[in-house]
């Protein structure tokens, strides 16, 4: 990991493993925290190296035998509240409805996404090779989370006190295929600024899959990610807001929401891989910004400018938030011709996060 | 038996769940405490790595969990992540939630 420069922790980079077993051991409580985040991260960042990918990095992909050229696959599984994956199926690609409404989200949200990739940039699901988009529901007991496993989607259904089911919102859907679409393509690390941007990126094509579900021209849409969330009694309105980060909620037991709208805020720790949902709140802001200068369907221009940067080969797995903003001016360029307004437009709002590209 | 239960990642980042939570035997009723020292001993909390499974390549949003039990003069320190596939990980895992839960619930009212 210390070969990592964006991962590096000077006092663990030069200690052999055995020694920061042992500061978890024995350390004091503040040693033991940053050994065991150290160990956590060399240990993941291993996986990366070692873990057969599900899915063919770019490049290197062969014609499937098996994709149908705009088709959609998806398969519901439920987890009946286990941790089990990926559980029972209970709805397959064209079946009726099943009458459990987490089930029927789920399908339903995945269409959407789906459509959305074909309709705006001709992709064909997660891989733009027609993969099976799978979902399980109903995971684990009072479980507050939705996650991308790296093979599929996972959804608990909240514990109704702080949560409601995580497939209510269809922006969360969205952002959760996009990590798949992001581990296609560029394979952001997940940690750091490329995992912010990780995760910026499931939070930009997330909300552009609920606008054009809802029709909505950026001036129309909320910008919010996980709208209706949170149960009855907590004080926020969502996870994330692109149009303000830093304002979706504020609450005695949840905290304040700690985005941060600019780089002069930009939050250093090792806490959530580094501020992967955190620091995320800058890239998420430029990309509003831009969208709301250029007007119309954000994802018409806005979205189509960072979609060619995601599926750019010269995005790197390490990028930075400097690197992925000139690439998105590139892109704008490219697309739209140099000092159009689109490019006037994205050259603007990166400025206004702190982020000078020219 | 005194432990520190910590949770983070997960779809988003809050700060009031992130913080470190000091569940102490002393404090549970008797039945409780009972079950908490059973669960740990099913897992051989004190035999497991620091480490137990990673996630995928690839994977996002997934749930990171640090357990870390002192008892008699011993101490270990153990990270979890999402899924947490092994049974008896799982049953403390749910314990220390419930517990949390509770604690959360008796500061709220």
Known sequence: ?358 | MRIEFQTEGGIAHFPGLSQPVVIDSEALTAEAASELTRLVEAARFFERPTVVGAPRAGAADYRQYTITVEEGGRQHSIRLADPVEEPTLQQLLHFLQTQVRALRREKGS
């Open chain 1, 1 to 358: 990991m210390c070969q990592h420069t964006s991962h590096r922790q000077p006092i663990f980079c030069i200690l052999p493993p055995h020694i920061i077993d042992a500061l978890v051991q024995r350390g004091t409580p503040r040693q033991r925290a940053r050994a065991l985040r150290t160990l956590a991260v060399d240990n993941t960042i291993r996986a990366l190296r070692s873990t057969p990918r599900t899915i063919v990095p770019r490049g290197r992909r062969r014609p499937s035998m098996t994709a149908a050229e705009g088709q959609k696959q998806r398969t519901i599984y439920n987890a009946h509240n286990t941790e089990t994956l990926p559980g029972d199926v209970v709805r397959t690609e064209g079946s009726p409805p099943s009458g459990d409404q987490a089930v029927d989200e789920a399908y339903d949200g995945l269409g959407a996404t789906y459509d959305f990739y074909s309709l705006a940039y001709n992709r064909n699901s997660i891989d733009d090779e027609g993969m099976s988009m799978l979902a399980t529901v109903h995971f684990n007991q009072d479980y507050n989370n939705a996650f991308w496993n790296g093979e599929q989607m996972v959804f608990g259904d909240g514990d109704g006190e702080l949560f409601n089911r995580f497939t209510i919102s269809l922006d969360v859907i969205g952002h959760e295929l996009t990590h798949g679409v992001t581990e296609d393509e560029a394979q952001l690390i997940y940690f750091f600024q490329p995992g912010a941007l990780n995760e910026s990126v499931s939070d930009v094509f997330g909300s552009l899959v609920k606008q054009r579900v809802l029709n909505q021209t950026a001036d129309q849409a909320d910008w919010l990610i996980g709208a209706g969330l949170f149960a009855a009694g907590v004080n926020g309105v969502a996870l994330r807001s692109m149009k303000a980060p830093g304002t979706a909620y504020d609450d005695p037991v949840l905290g304040k929401d700690p985005q941060p709208a600019h780089m002069n805020d930009y939050v250093r720790g090792f806490a959530d891989n580094g501020g992967v949902h955190i620091n995320s709140g800058i890239p998420n802001h430029a990309f509003y910004l831009a969208a709301m200068q250029i007007g119309g369907f954000a994802w018409e221009k806005a979205g189509r400018i960072w979609y060619q940067t995601l599926i750019d080969a010269q995005l790197r797995p390490s990028a930075n938030f400097q690197r992925f903003a000139s690439l998105t001016l590139a892109n704008a360029e490219k697309l739209f011709g140099a000092g159009s307004p689109e490019h006037q437009a994205v050259s603007q709002a990166w400025n206004e996060v702190g982020i000078a590209v020219t």
